[in-house]
Every structure is written in structure tokens, then in C-alpha cells.
């Protein structure tokens, strides 16, 4: 496994992943991206990418100025402490709703934890909202999920949210 970080030091979250989506292509399902929400050398988005043997990306050269932005998220992405996934192995299969264990089955997804409630059991069903993107957290890529109607869970992150004080 190959672990890149990349930076150029977009302000937009969306528009980023777009941009990257776009470039992976067909590949999405086997790598994990990740973004970063870095403030150095300015409040921006970075990225890191963890290809497996076999996929390659082509990606421009990093803008001068955002080489240590880059170094950073791949560093948080390579030690597991850093990076809020977005492509990766499975997601197309975290769809409509789930048992925890079906969505660590069938992505990339190691372990979910509830904000504000019961741990989640293998059993515990995870409303997706169709929008499922984990942080690597402690070396595992984790799901924050918080309590939903009916004893379900759902991710933390709303399919429409835009970080509001991440980039202030």
C-alpha cells in the first residue's frame, strides 16, 4: 500500500471530492481517500490517498507553499489518526439501512460508535441516508454515528452539511 498526500488547496469540501472522484475514476472502490481539514499554511482542504499495489493515480504536482499540508494529511492518514474517508473499498454497498455488522462486513468501515447513546451492537441498524463517511480514529477507520428514531443509529455527518467552522 502506497500512502500519498495531495493538496490544492481547495476551499470547498464538495468541489474537492468531485475534483478527486473524477480523477480516480473506476478505481474508487480500492483505494481510501481521505479529507483533511488543514490550517496551515491557510484554513483548506488536503487530501490522502492510500493506493493498493496495481492502481495509480495521476496527480498534478502540489502547488508550491502547500507541500507541508500534504505531508501532514498523508501522515494523519498513515498513522490512522487523521482523515474523513469519502472514497474507499464498500461504500457504494452503504446504502438505505444496515445492521452494523452488515457495514463492517461490506466496506473498508472497521468499528462504529454512537455520540450520546448505547454502544452499537453487531445488531444495532444504522439509518445511512445513503451518505456513510467514516474518520480514521485511533488506527480504524470508524463510523460516529448518533441515536436516530426507533432505536436506530445514523451517521453523524448529515448528507448536506457544510462544515461551518471548520474553514473560519
Known amino acids: ?34 479529507t483533511h481539514l488543514l490550517r496551515v499554511p491557510r484554513p483548506h ?29 498523508r501522515e494523519e492518514h498513515l498513522s490512522g489518526q487523521g482523515g474523513r474517508a469519502f472514497a474507499y473499498p464498500g461504500r457504494d454497498a452503504c446504502v438505505g439501512v444496515l445492521s452494523v455488522a452488515e457495514l463492517v462486513d461490506r466496506s473498508a468501515i472497521e468499528r ?33 454515528t448518533l441515536p436516530h428514531v426507533g432505536g436506530r443509529i445514523a451517521p453523524f455527518e448529515m448528507p448536506a452539511e457544510i462544515p461551518c467552522c471548520a474553514l473560519h
Open 1 to 34: 500500500m502506497i500512502h500519498v498526500g495531495f493538496d490544492r488547496g481547495d476551499s470547498d469540501v464538495r468541489a474537492a471530492e468531485h475534483w478527486l472522484v473524477e480523477l480516480i475514476g473506476d478505481q474508487r472502490d480500492r483505494v481510501v481517500a481521505c
Open 45 to 73: 482542504v488536503a487530501f490522502s490517498i492510500a493506493l493498493p499495489s496495481g492502481v495509480e493515480v495521476d496527480l498534478p504536482p502540489v502547488p508550491g507553499g502547500l507541500a507541508d499540508a500534504a505531508a501532514l494529511a
Open 112 to 144: 462504529v460508535t454512537v455520540m450520546g447513546g448505547a454502544p452499537a451492537t453487531p445488531d444495532t441498524l444504522v439509518e445511512t441516508r445513503d451518505h456513510v463517511r467514516p474518520l480514521w480514529m485511533a488506527g480504524r477507520l470508524t463510523l460516529v
